[in-house]
């Protein structure tokens, strides 16, 4: 590529800030090359670094060191199990899954060497674990807590995590709660406790989820001397004769600026959470008032893709992740704050609740994917009015659990009941007639549900069957199913829950190389792409916790390693720039 017509030039050009982002410029860096980081947002981070921040990778060397059992035959086993079922997914093949669980763990191991704390959650099931493969530990691999004071002036260029300045892991922020019900739970409320107390006097300013991942990587790529633009989005792509990407266009004093990439553009710049006409188009039926992503998931870098010929593909999905939302919290534009949601992915699994159409029949298993969770509303709306679906709980889940914002043993706020959000009944019939449901339907369900919970195992839809259901649930709980309990005790409560989201999952067409490819599977040179701009590797299914945000960081770093020749790279032991000076 000549460096003739362009403003400025570098290796490596990368649009957008999510984790597969950085993970590319790392290893670009590694390598000896120029790389720049174009974000349109004015903080860094993406959606990644607001959500949990979990990777799933497979074979991981964590695994190795706990003793946790995997293989790459096992994870293979498990990936065709789920992703592999996929039906009508180009953005998934046996090929990039393949790649996949390979790199994912060489991926983990570049990380570390470049100085990314990271670890594993000592607990974690895979979401379908009782498929073959599937693992009951979790391969899930999560960052260390991070002080983001000491990223200096960039501190405050950071995207905020959803659990702000809480400083507590994942498993420790489940044992939070259910903190009434375990000792471990108490403990761990103490020792986050403490946690706070030192850092207040320490002056420390902690993060934690993906807020952590993101710092760690932001950090690490300030310091390998990666080009971070804040502010700087990207406008279209600028091709050669031959149809090849050679830099992109930006906006600078209000005039185009044409940024030169001599071995080539990632595109990893998020999906269309935010974009209510491409939803119209692609997901009918959902909302971007309900959607968790950040307002920068506005879907024009897959627009500007498909203009130079790309292929998209499986745009009707989307990460779904259930929520029932106070009516003064959809999103204003920047997504909805997941610590203010009334319910949320684990609320519905825990025993005394079950969720039924507005019909008043249940019809799922409550527990399992968010993304299986969202799809089956979706699903049975299209024959029976399950947008909103309610959130039926008794009196015993308010005794237990977090409901409405409301500590266990408190009152969820009146204010919510009086406006009519929040029904509250002194019986299930009553409840009913509120929601404008048969009461005899509703009784049928309940009672239905009772026997199950009574006898420990859900007849209907296998709540609880799943090592996963039971996690989600109270596995503190010893008198009875994880999952499964009664409601018999009034009052009763219901609460709307409709198919909200953490991103699409949907995009632009990719091969195992990551690059971004045509109609006819030749791949557009110079043109890379990872996370949530892309078709998943994952095709139309969620297999375990981070199946988003791994993906980006994997193929981000498979990107890299094309576009720098460098695909012997062989992890931990051999640095980057080794492999690349011998060949």
């Known amino acids: 590529m000549s460096d003739v017509g362009f403003d400025e030039v570098f290796d490596f050009v990368v649009v957008g800030s999510g984790g597969g ?22 903080k860094i981070g993406g959606t990644t670094s607001r959500s949990g921040g979990v990777m799933w990778i497979p074979n991981n060397r964590f695994m190795k060191e706990e003793g946790v059992e995997d293989s790459y035959e096992n994870s293979m086993l498990y990936m065709e199990a789920t992703a592999g079922q996929s039906i009508d997914a180009p953005g998934t093949s046996h090929e990039k899954r393949s790649a996949y669980v390979t790199e994912g763990a ?75 019900h375990s000792l471990k739970g108490k403990l761990q ?75 080539g553009v990632l595109v990893n710049a998020g999906g269309f959470s935010h974009n209510q006409e491409m939803r119209d188009k692609y997901q009918p039926g959902t909302s971007a008032k309900w959607t968790a992503a950040t307002g920068g998931n506005t879907g024009e870098m897959i627009q500007e893709m498909m203009k130079i010929g790309a292929a998209i593909g499986q745009m009707e999905e989307m990460v779904g992740n259930q929520m029932s939302i106070a009516p003064d919290k959809e999103n204003n534009g920047d997504g909805v704050a997941l610590m203010e949601l009334v319910g949320s992915q684990m609320s519905f699994t825990k025993p005394h609740s079950i969720v039924v159409d507005q019909s ?11 993304m299986a969770f969202c799809k089956n509303m979706l699903e049975r709306d299209k024959t029976v009015s399950a947008v909103p679906s309610w ?19 408190t009152k969820p706020r009146q204010d919510w009941i009086d406006s009519g959000f929040l029904k509250r009944a002194d019986t299930i019939e009553e409840l009913a007639a509120q929601l404008m449901m048969d009461p005899a339907v509703l009784r ?52 709307p829950v409709v198919p909200g989201d953490v991103g699409t999952y949907g995009g632009v067409v990719t091969d195992a190389n990551a690059r971004v490819l045509r109609e006819d599977g030749s791949p557009i040179e110079g043109l890379y792409a990872t996370g949530i701009s892309t078709a998943s590797v994952m095709g139309r299914i969620y ?33 980057a720039a080794e492999t690349l000076a011998q060949g």
């Open 543 to 575: 297999p375990g916790a981070g199946s988003s945000v791994g993906p980006s960081f994997v193929f981000g770093y498979i990107a890299a390693k094309h576009a720098a020749h460098a695909g012997n790279y062989a992890g931990a032991g051999v640095t």
């Open 21 to 42: 982002s950085m993970s590319s410029a790392l290893f670009m860096r590694s390598v000896g090359k120029t790389v720049v980081i174009l974000e349109k947002a004015p």
């Open 444 to 495: 049928r369900t309940v009672d239905t549900f009772n026997d199950s919970a009574r006898n420990g195992v859900d007849s209907e839809f296998g709540r609880g069957n799943r090592a996963y259901d039971n996690w989600l649930g109270n596995f503190h709980r010893k008198d009875g199913s994880p999952t499964l309990g009664v409601i018999d005790k009034g009052p009763f409560y219901a609460a």
């Open 189 to 263: 409320m103490f020792k986050v406790g403490l946690r706070m107390a030192a850092a207040k006097i320490r002056g420390r300013h902690w993060t934690t989820a993906g807020g952590a991942l993101q710092g760690r990587m932001l950090q690490a790529s300030l310091k390998a001397g990666v080009d971070v633009r804040p502010g700087n989005g990207v406008k279209s792509f600028v091709t050669d004769n031959s149809g090849a990407v050679t830099g992109v266009v930006v906006e600078k004093k209000g005039k185009p600026w044409r940024i030169g990439a001599r071995q």
């Open 391 to 409: 959130w039926i709980v008794s009196q015993q889940y308010l005794d237990n659990y977090m409901f409405a914002g409301a500590m266990p043993g």
């Open 360 to 370: 008043g029949v249940r019809y799922m298993n409550e527990g399992g994917s968010y």
């Open 106 to 180: 060489k991926m983990v191991d570049f990380l570390l060497e470049q100085g990314i704390k990271l670890r594993r959650c000592p607990w974690w099931p895979d979401y379908y674990d009782e498929r073959p493969g599937g693992s009951v530990p979790g391969r899930t691999i999560i960052a260390d807590l991070f002080d983001t004071k000491e990223l200096g002036e960039w501190r405050e260029k950071l995207e905020p995590n959803f659990m702000g300045a809480l400083p507590a892991y994942h498993y420790e922020a489940f044992e939070l709660g259910l903190a009434k």
